[in-house]
């Protein structure tokens, strides 16, 4: 019988996810096929993901905290982060993964050693990625618009600021998980505030693909060299990919099949 997959966001339209899953089920014979569902309430997650009948699923902006609340046994990475992006319907119980840290750490091998780093923002994303850098000796600091969510950050020993009152620093790489740009055509932070940051970066890298935000094109003014999301959304769909199929399919084969998807749109 044909397996179903889905991711869950809300926006979902512009998700590549449908289009990258698909094409490696259709080009390794395997039975499945991958939707995208607008869901606007986070709390109806588990019910609509039993309802649709679904044999797992992606999750992104912004439910990946309460797909983390919906699951029934959380493994690796995300219990520690307490942020799930990917979710395996094992014998009718929902268990939860995180494959975006991972994801984002192949993207930005190609930028060589980095020791510091300024991550916009403090949503789902930047809490799984602070933590895998914190993993790897990575000096972070975390600046977001609102105090509310940087409390997170402040247990993990992160200096972090609000736009209040923010000075730079000297940093290797920018990072911005913020959804600023992703439908909208605003800065991270107050453009004031986004020069000085590029003034002192070395290297920068959006979350958002598929477009190049007001982050990136001030990077682009600035001669700075930048990646948009599209490495991190492939490095994570492979991982995710793997879990769907349960190991059945050969990893190098996925990211084939999955970077042949890029192609197609
Ligand atoms: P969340 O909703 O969990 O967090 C959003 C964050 O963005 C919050 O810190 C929020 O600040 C901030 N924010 C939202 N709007 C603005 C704005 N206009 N100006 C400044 N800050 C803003 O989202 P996620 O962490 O799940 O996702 C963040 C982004 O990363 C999305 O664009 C998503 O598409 C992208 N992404 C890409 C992936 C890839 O594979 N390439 C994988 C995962 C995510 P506040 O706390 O003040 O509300």
């Known amino acids: 019988m044909k397996k179903l997959f889905a991711i869950f966001g ?9 289009l990258m899953h698909n094409c490696v089920f259709k080009n390794l014979n395997y039975k499945a096929c991958y939707i995208r ?32 609340m919906a699951c029934d046994e959380v493994r690796g990475f995300a219990s520690k982060v307490g942020v799930v992006n990917t979710l395996i319907n094992e014998n009718g119980k929902l268990i939860g993964y995180n494959t975006d840290a991972d ?3 192949f993207a930005i091998e ?28 990575i000096k972070v600091d975390v600046l977001n618009r609102g105090e509310k969510r940087l409390s997170y950050f402040k247990d993990l020993n992160c200096t972090c600021h609000t736009w209040d009152g923010f000075k730079t620093k000297k940093y290797d790489l920018v990072v911005n998980t913020t959804s600023a740009g992703l439908k909208d055509e605003e800065l991270p932070a107050p453009q004031d505030i986004m020069e000085d940051i590029l003034n002192n970066t070395s290297f920068v890298a959006d979350a958002i693909y598929g477009k ?29 990919n793997e879990l769907f199929v349960n190991h059945a399919l050969q990893k190098e084969d996925i990211k084939i099949w999955m970077q042949h998807s890029f192609r197609l749109s």
Do not use: C, W
């Not at 869901?39 to 983390?68: I, Q």
């Not at 982050?215 to 492979?238: C, P």
């Open 10 to 18: 809300d926006p979902v339209s512009h998700s590549r996810s449908p």
């Open 37 to 68: 569902v607008h869901l606007k309430d986070g709390s109806r997650l588990k019910n609509t993901f039993f309802n649709l009948g679904l044999s797992g699923a992606n999750v992104t902006v912004p439910h990946k905290e309460a797909a983390f």
């Open 103 to 105: 994801g984002f750490m």
């Open 110 to 137: 190609e930028f060589g050693e980095i020791k510091n780093i300024l991550l916009i923002g403090a949503g789902g994303t930047a809490k799984a990625l602070v933590s895998r850098f914190i993993e790897d000796n």
């Open 212 to 240: 190049l935000t007001p982050f990136l094109k001030l990077a682009k003014k600035k001669n700075i060299i930048y990646k948009d999301g599209a490495d991190m959304l492939l490095g994570q769909g492979v991982l995710a």
